[in-house]
């Protein structure tokens, strides 16, 4: 044995060259459930993990491989992986280089997976409903986390850049391996029972699917869900999703960002608060504004039924109709004066024309009688002779009878008596 040692790199080197010369590593097919599946975008290999319920070996297959690949695997399926086995020199693990890959199912894992989720979903563990609140300004904040581990660092790292006077109860706990999903549901329910934290941040830095394995046991999915108070789950990175996401009432893409949800910055705190003054201001302006505008309605409503602005109005309204009365009476009488004396002037043209017609007519009939009258036969020597009655006679054997008769000439009358009357 060479006392001064052998350098890392020799060992790693000898033992590439003794599974190198072992035949049976040279061609072997694998089968084993995908997990950490990446599309390396730059070169286009695929790296991802092949595993079962106890194990897992980290593989490689090259663009030139998998651009003849029948498959794009994706985290959960089951595979048979042809291949090789060399190790990766630079860090003294060795990788199987995959030549070939076609389907063989669901793993068994997943398959468990799926199974879980659908049970705890049925009973409503992921049910939006459930899911509470955070507060605005937490008191105080308990963390379920590895104490050892950079999610802690992450989550105190912020904290103490945006609220530094929340205090955080530490419930350290290991966070991957064998028997860690009881002593992270342990550690929630010491959270909820001996601290009086408000909130429950539940976290892990990121790692492969089966370094967040123990955040998809059944027993810490329903320590969260039973949890009397909020949790907030930041486990792994934003790609990686585990059941206890699902079942906090707020999923946080990383540990850091579990802390920027659940401790609030105090610019922004002082922001919302200025924001909310303003709102307040702005509402009160706007109530104080419409009560005057009320208020005013209500003077001038007042004032318009007030006993003095009534009968002013009233004695207006009958000054109004007096005037328009008057006015209506002129408009009226001097209507009907037109009227009178256009009927008078009526009048006195027709009564004009009848005296003319009537003088007209008169003058005729004068005419007419003088003509017949005795009067003009008298004129003419005639004369008329009348008894002592004063009955005109007009026989001879009449006149013989009378003593005294008088006779009517154009001039006059005068009395006569017959000399030889017996």
Same mark, same amino acid.
């Not at 060399?86 to 070939?100: C, R, S, W």
């Given at each position: 044995?060479?006392?001064?040692?052998?350098?890392?790199?020799?060992?790693?080197?000898?033992?590439?060259?003794? %599974?190198?010369?072992?035949?049976?590593?040279?061609?072997?097919?694998?089968?084993?459930?995908?997990?950490?599946?990446?599309?390396?975008?730059?070169?286009?290999?695929?790296?991802? !993990?092949?595993?079962?319920? !106890?194990?897992?070996?980290?593989?490689?297959?090259?663009?030139?491989?998998?651009?003849?690949?029948? %498959?794009? $695997?994706?985290?959960?399926?089951?595979?048979?992986?042809?291949?090789?086995?060399?190790?990766?020199?630079?860090?003294?693990?060795?990788?199987?280089?995959?030549?070939?890959?076609?389907?063989?199912?669901?793993?068994?894992?997943?398959?468990?997976?799926?199974? *879980?989720?659908?049970? *705890?979903?049925?009973?409503?563990?992921?049910?939006?409903?459930?899911?509470?609140?955070?507060?605005?300004?937490?008191?105080?904040?308990?963390?379920?986390?590895?104490?050892?581990?950079?999610?802690?660092?992450?989550?105190?790292?912020?904290?103490?850049?945006?609220?530094?006077?929340?205090?955080?109860? *530490?419930?350290? +706990?290991?966070?991957?391996?064998?028997?860690?999903?009881?002593?992270?549901? =342990?550690?929630?329910?010491?959270?909820? =029972?001996?601290? @009086?934290?408000?909130?429950?941040? +539940?976290?892990?830095?990121?790692?492969?699917?089966?370094?967040?394995?123990?955040?998809?046991?059944?027993?810490?999915?329903?320590?969260?869900?039973?949890?009397?108070?909020?949790?907030?789950?930041?486990?792994?990175?934003?790609?990686?999703?585990?059941?206890?996401?699902?079942?906090?009432?707020?999923?946080?893409?990383?540990?850091?960002?579990?802390?920027?949800?659940?401790?609030?910055?105090?610019?922004?705190?002082?922001?919302?608060?200025?924001?909310?003054?303003?709102?307040?201001?702005? +509402?009160?302006?706007?109530?104080?504004?419409?009560?005057?505008?009320?208020?005013?309605?209500?003077?001038?409503?007042?004032?318009? %039924?007030?006993?003095?602005?009534?009968?002013?109005?009233?004695?207006?309204?009958?000054?109004?109709?007096?005037?328009?009365?008057?006015?209506?009476?002129?408009?009226?009488?001097?209507?009907?004066?037109?009227?009178?004396?256009?009927?008078?002037?009526?009048?006195?043209?027709?009564?004009?024309?009848?005296?003319?017609?009537?003088?007209?007519?008169?003058?005729?009939?004068?005419?007419?009688?003088?003509?017949?009258? $005795?009067?003009?036969?008298?004129?003419?020597?005639? +004369?008329?002779?009348?008894?002592?009655?004063?009955?005109?006679?007009?026989?001879? =054997? @009449?006149?013989?009878?009378?003593?005294?008769?008088?006779?009517?000439?154009?001039?006059?009358?005068?009395?006569?008596?017959?000399?030889?009357?017996?």
């Amino acid at each position: 044995m060479n006392e001064t040692g052998i350098s890392v790199s020799e060992l790693n080197l000898m033992v590439s060259e003794a %599974i190198r010369k072992d035949p049976r590593t040279r061609s072997v097919l694998v089968r084993g459930e995908v997990s950490s599946f990446k599309n390396h975008l730059a070169t286009g290999h695929w790296y991802f !993990s092949l595993k079962d319920s !106890s194990s897992a070996v980290s593989c490689v297959m090259f663009r030139t491989a998998n651009l003849k690949a029948k %498959i794009r $695997p994706k985290d959960g399926d089951q595979v048979l992986a042809e291949g090789y086995v060399e190790v990766y020199a630079p860090q003294g693990k060795y990788q199987l280089y995959v030549t070939g890959l076609r389907s063989a199912g669901l793993g068994d894992l997943y398959i468990q997976l799926e199974e *879980l989720k659908r049970k *705890l979903a049925a009973e409503g563990l992921f049910d939006p409903g459930r899911k509470r609140t955070l507060p605005l300004q937490p008191k105080k904040v308990a963390v379920v986390t590895s104490q050892s581990g950079a999610a802690l660092h992450d989550i105190l790292n912020v904290s103490g850049m945006r609220s530094p006077g929340v205090p955080i109860v *530490l419930i350290p +706990v290991p966070v991957q391996g064998a028997g860690a999903g009881k002593e992270v549901a =342990e550690g929630i329910r010491k959270a909820n =029972e001996e601290t @009086d934290a408000d909130v429950i941040i +539940v976290a892990r830095g990121g790692g492969s699917a089966e370094d967040l394995w123990c955040f998809n046991d059944e027993v810490v999915v329903r320590a969260v869900a039973k949890s009397r108070k909020p949790v907030v789950s930041g486990v792994g990175h934003e790609v990686d999703t585990t059941l206890c996401d699902l079942a906090a009432d707020v999923r946080a893409s990383t540990p850091s960002n579990a802390a920027e949800i659940v401790f609030p910055d105090r610019k922004e705190l002082q922001s919302r608060v200025d924001l909310m003054r303003s709102g307040m201001i702005r +509402v009160y302006t706007g109530c104080l504004n419409q009560v005057e505008l009320k208020l005013k309605g209500l003077t001038q409503r007042l004032s318009s %039924i007030s006993p003095e602005k009534r009968i002013a109005l009233l004695m207006n309204r009958r000054e109004m109709a007096r005037m328009r009365l008057c006015s209506a009476m002129s408009t009226r009488l001097d209507e009907k004066t037109a009227e009178v004396k256009e009927a008078r002037f009526a009048f006195l043209l027709g009564m004009t024309e009848r005296i003319r017609e009537a003088k007209h007519t008169a003058d005729k009939l004068r005419e007419r009688l003088t003509a017949v009258s $005795p009067m003009a036969v008298l004129n003419r020597g005639y +004369v008329m002779v009348y008894d002592s009655q004063d009955k005109l006679l007009t026989r001879a =054997e @009449d006149a013989v009878k009378q003593c005294e008769m008088t006779l009517q000439f154009a001039d006059g009358r005068i009395q006569v008596a017959r000399k030889d009357a017996t």
